[in-house]
């Protein structure tokens, strides 16, 4: 995983073509929703063990128990939402894999998860900026800025000194 240097920011993720690890001896692959082409394209071109599986919450227990019971020399392909990916891969992480055994393939979406940096509130299904925070309020400008601990972008005030020049709501990208 790498990050993509945008305006200085060097914190959101960019996301290369994924490819089947040939040292792995199983392969799992978990979705958000719904298999993607990609996705599919890989797990029908798998030749050694592997399993496919949809979620909608990526703390589901049956994912849990998977991404536990993954052999070490297994990789995980994750496919969905941004904040469902990474949270699967935090997940991962805490199970015992390595960076290096997890393959995020880009997300579906533009929707974000929003870190608010006045209440510390994650606000989810965020599109457009400035966003109101479901916690405080304010009304905040969406960073590139990517928090991989809450699978987050920060938000902070728009316009904090001149609430009254507000900058024009666009889409984040």
């Given at each position: ?6 305006n ?85 992480r ?14 579906v ?14 606000t ?50």
């Amino acid at each position: 995983m790498q990050t993509e240097q945008l305006n200085g920011v060097v914190s959101k993720p960019a996301y290369s073509p994924v490819e089947l690890n040939p040292k792995s001896s199983f392969h799992l692959f978990i979705a958000e929703q719904a298999v993607t082409g990609q996705m599919q394209s890989l797990f029908d071109s798998c030749g050694v063990e592997k399993e496919i599986a949809v979620y909608s919450d990526a703390s589901d227990s049956r994912l849990l128990e998977s991404l536990a019971a993954m052999p070490l020399t297994g990789t995980l392909y994750l496919a969905g939402s941004e904040p469902f990916i990474w949270r699967v891969a935090s997940h991962a992480r805490q199970a015992g894999l390595r960076p290096d055994q997890i393959s995020m393939m880009a997300p579906v979406s533009r929707e974000r998860h929003l870190f608010c940096c006045h209440c510390y509130q994650i606000t989810e299904g965020v599109t457009y900026s400035p966003f109101i925070c479901s916690g405080c309020g304010l009304s905040l400008e969406v960073t590139d800025h990517f928090a991989r601990l809450h699978s987050a972008y920060f938000g902070y005030q728009a316009n904090a000194e001149d609430s009254s020049d507000m900058p024009e709501k666009r889409e984040v990208s």
